[in-house]
């Protein structure tokens, strides 16, 4: 006899204790402390900040440590953690000139004022496992040098004081926050950055990808890709003027794309802007390149039906947890949606049949 | 709880979803953009539905709530918890109890009241969305109230099979205005909304609200030499004998034998209860 499915809230209770212990594996092995992953995970911590809109590594670490290594889960723990955060205001735009640069390399220039900076890359190491790190043993110290106290300027200044690169006036308008108000198309540059900043790494390198192979390819050089820290400053109401609240890592690509000049622009180069989080530089060029292809239209190039260049396919499907909360959905039950398929692919296929055996009896 | 506001939501929050709400039952079947938050469940779990019961809850109201027309499906049982844990409001199985009923896939079988609201799950808002993928497009349509390509969907159905293959989710017109996705009901359900209960739609991930007001005329599009059939399976539930329920088909056997229950647990229950 059928016995309607019962103790759903006993099954999950059941289920949540049996993922905290997979969680915490093999209990004679050493937990992990938020530290170490904060520290030696650093750059899985860096995603998550910049796709989880929030920076703190401490809580990425936590989400990383909670969601057993699924980067995406850990982002959506922070989302989820982030929205329920009172927003006190904005703060000024960070100046990445004045950024105490890790690392700042240039692929159009030899050298310029600042130098070329390699930081810690993994771009030359050989990828080779490195056996030693089974083993656990001190690292030797990497050598030092001062550092550099004056401003590094941008590669891209020196083009356009030649008027070479086509420039972005500054504005004054607030920019939408993507996060207290709906998206809406058409969006401007700042929403679609906003978008880019926060969306999957991977949608938006396999996006990048496309137009380097062809699919409204924008020709881009990587003027310049700079890491370090910026400080964050605040105008604060009250005393009048900005003080400053902390320091960020970021990431910031600028590329530049080749342009022959159309029906509204004269050939010049042109601009694409990456700007993460932490370090995360894969995802900071890859977010130029989509933000070159989404201009389009501002400068007066062609549609080309390039999927790159679509700001409502880029825009809609760029992030992950409305990616992966659609996609994973499907698993919950749908018995009522398939029993009603159910019943229209019985009728339509016995009203087939009688078409069939009424054409036989005819013949 | 304290550490979270009453129904989780902070206050602004809910008074942003109210003017959504508010401007959709002001224009019936329209789909209002609203700024959706990132819930601590997944999308597509039923955030919108959670926040729009969120933003109507009052302490006193007492909450049902159903997938698949159960009130004890995994994911019912999760959504009413997380009430009963971030608002503290009275929870029941019983529709004519709730005053707020929150559901996925299903109207309850029992007839609603002027006292109730019905708050539905959304995955997809737009009709037109698989006629065009395109909201900047789609919103046109609306404007336009340009609605031929979804009659010429149905035509192509039933030029193709003889009838209409749309079986959930089948689109209806709201006081002859706007073409709506009823979220996917099963087309059995779709008699049911013009009904006394406020009905209140919501999809987090695709951040829109809309609503049908009380008593508003919802017509199922249909063609008059094709009318619109409310279909279910041809039984009668094998456990309380309804012939008026719509029914989920289980399997009981490695032979394949089927039964046929209701698919509303508190239909089903109440009747075998009255009969005892």
């Known amino acids: ?363 | 709880m304290s550490d979270y506001n009453f129904a989780y939501l902070d206050e602004q929050t809910k008074r942003m979803i109210r003017r959504a709400i508010l401007k959709g039952l002001a224009v019936p079947g329209y789909q209002v953009p609203f700024a959706s938050r990132e819930m601590p469940m997944p999308y597509g779990w039923g955030t919108g539905g959670v926040q729009v019961s969120a933003a109507t809850l009052t302490p006193e109201d007492r909450l049902k709530v159903i997938d698949q027309g159960a009130d004890d499906t995994t994911n019912a049982v999760s959504i009413r918890k997380f009430f009963e844990r971030t608002a503290g409001v009275a929870t029941t199985e019983m529709t004519q109890d709730a005053t707020v009923i929150q559901t996925r896939h299903r109207i309850p079988e029992a007839e609603l009241t002027e006292d109730q609201i019905l708050v539905y799950q959304v995955p997809i808002p737009e009709p037109l969305r698989f006629l065009e993928p395109r909201e900047t497009e789609t919103r046109k349509m609306h404007s336009l109230q340009e609605y031929g390509l979804m009659h010429v969907k149905l035509y192509e159905d039933i030029s193709q099979h003889g009838a209409i293959s749309t079986a959930y989710a089948y689109p209806v017109r709201v006081a002859e205005r706007y073409v709506m996705d009823p979220s996917p009901i099963p087309k059995f359900d779709n008699p049911k909304m013009e009904m006394a209960a406020i009905q209140l739609f919501g999809a987090g991930r695709e951040q829109r609200i809309y609503a049908v007001p009380p008593y508003t005329r919802v017509v199922s599009l249909d063609f008059e030499d094709y009318p619109f059939e409310a279909t279910k399976a041809d039984h009668a539930c094998d456990l309380c004998g309804a012939e008026d329920s719509y029914l989920d088909e289980v399997i009981m056997d490695d032979a394949g034998t089927r039964m046929f229950v209701c698919s509303d647990t508190d239909y089903c229950r109440s009747r075998r209860e009255a009969a005892a």
Not at chain 1, 14 to 34: F, I, K, M, Q, Y
Not at chain 1, 254 to 263: A, P, R, W
Not at chain 1, 303 to 318: I, K, M, R, T, W
Request: charged share 30%; glycine share 8%; aromatic share 8%.
């Open chain 1, 1 to 363: 006899m059928y016995v309607a499915v019962k103790g759903g809230e006993r099954a999950i209770e059941n289920a949540h204790a049996w993922l905290a212990e997979e969680r915490r594996g093999d209990t004679s092995v050493a937990e992990l402390s938020l530290s170490q992953i904060r520290e030696q995970l650093s750059l899985a911590v860096n995603r998550v900040m910049a796709e989880g809109s929030l920076y703190d590594p401490d809580l990425a670490a936590l989400a990383i440590k909670q969601a057993r290594g699924d980067l995406i889960e850990a982002i959506f723990l922070i989302r989820a953690y982030r929205t329920t955060l009172p927003r006190f205001g904005a703060s000024r735009a960070v100046d990445t000139g004045a950024m105490a640069c890790d690392r700042r390399i240039s692929a159009t220039f030899k050298d310029a004022p600042g130098g070329q900076v390699l930081g810690p890359t993994f771009d030359y190491t050989h990828r080779l496992l490195d056996f030693k790190l089974a083993a656990e043993g001190a690292v030797p110290p990497a050598p030092s040098a001062p550092p550099r106290r004056e401003p590094t300027p941008h590669i891209t200044e020196f083009l356009g004081q030649e008027g070479l690169i086509q420039s972005e006036p500054e504005s004054e308008v607030a920019p939408r926050d993507l996060t207290r108000e709906p998206l809406e198309f058409p969006a401007d540059r700042a929403l679609r950055l906003q978008s880019l900043a926060r969306g999957d790494e991977g949608f938006v390198l396999g996006m990048a990808y496309s137009t380097q192979r062809g699919y409204a390819r924008n020709h881009a050089f990587v003027g310049e890709l700079r890491i370090g820290r910026v400080t964050v400053e605040m105008e604060i109401p009250e005393l009048g003027f900005a003080i400053e609240i902390g320091e960020v890592e970021l990431t910031e690509c600028e590329t530049v794309n080749q342009f022959k000049g159309s029906k509204i622009e004269p050939p010049q180069f042109t601009r694409g802007y990456g700007l993460v989080f932490g370090q995360s530089e894969r995802k900071a060029i890859s977010m130029a390149l989509v933000d070159r292809a989404l201009r389009w239209q501002e400068l007066g190039e062609d549609n080309l039906g390039a999927p790159a260049q679509d700001e409502e396919f880029v825009l809609s499907h760029c992030d992950n947890i409305q990616a992966t909360g659609f996609l994973e959905h499907i698993k919950l039950p749908h018995y009522v949606d398939f029993q009603s398929e159910l019943e229209l692919v019985r009728k339509l296929r016995r009203e087939a049949e009688e078409r069939i055996a009424h054409r036989e009896a005819a013949e």
